[in-house]
């Protein structure tokens, strides 16, 4: 079974509409992380999340929110969805215990906005 | 701002050869780690380092760790076709606890 699964895993829309990507996790992580990928590019962090009440924007945050329901979830929205942000998407779970900060990533979610 | 630099960019060679992956970072740190990605897929880590001076290895991957040159390296000894992927080093902001990933390392390689 997945440690860390995303839904949907593929979607595509149209320019303006609202869409959220979910994510969860059973590692018993407490930190959640949503990244982006653009093809050829490395990944840029969207939002982290250290715990329920602790949400932090990263370098690409406009255009996104998050919601942490449950410490084993976390979900991204595209509130007025446009072309630019059609990526493929992964969320990542790491745990302070040990002191570092591995992260440990889901299957990706490949978002197309037409 | 932390930046993380990669190169080679693309990296085609032979099976039987060796190469090394280079990955250098702008500002202190001493946590590092690698991942793998295969085309269309999710990112599996492949090596964390943790001190100045660590080594880590697994089959023909050995990745390193200079934290005073603020370098890392991935070796590949004696490359198969499996190895084929794209690699990445991402670094730990310290005290942001966040990663900062390179740009990645498309390697192929070629029977």
């Known amino acids: 079974d997945a440690d860390v699964t995303q839904t949907p895993r593929n979607r595509i829309t149209k320019t303006g509409k609202r869409i959220m990507l979910e994510c969860s996790q059973t590692?018993?992580?407490?930190?959640m992380y949503w990244y982006r990928q653009d093809p050829g590019l490395g990944l840029q962090l969207i939002y982290y999340?250290?715990?329920?009440?602790?949400?932090n924007k990263g370098e690409i945050s406009d255009g996104y929110s998050v919601s942490r329901q449950a410490q084993a979830k976390f979900s991204l929205s595209l509130e007025s969805a446009i072309p630019n942000q059609t990526a493929l998407y992964f969320c990542a779970t790491s745990s302070i215990q040990g002191g570092y900060n591995e992260q440990f990533f889901g299957p990706g979610t490949r978002l197309t906005v037409l | 701002e932390l930046k993380v630099e990669q190169n080679p960019l693309f990296l085609s060679m032979q099976e039987g050869k060796n190469y090394t992956i280079y990955c250098n970072y702008s500002t202190t740190s001493d946590r590092l780690y690698w991942y793998r990605q295969d085309p269309g897929k999710s990112l599996e880590s492949l090596f964390v380092?943790?001190?100045?001076?660590a080594v880590k290895q697994e089959g023909r991957l050995m990745a390193s760790l200079d934290t005073k040159a603020r370098l890392s390296t991935l070796h590949i000894t004696a490359a198969v076709h499996d190895l084929s992927a794209t690699y990445f080093c991402a670094v730990d902001l310290q005290g942001a606890q966040k990663l900062v990933f390179g740009q990645g390392t498309r390697l192929t390689i070629n029977p």
């Open positions: 590692k018993g992580h407490d930190r």
């Open positions: 999340s250290f715990d329920v009440k602790d949400i």
């Open positions: 380092l943790l001190s100045n001076g």
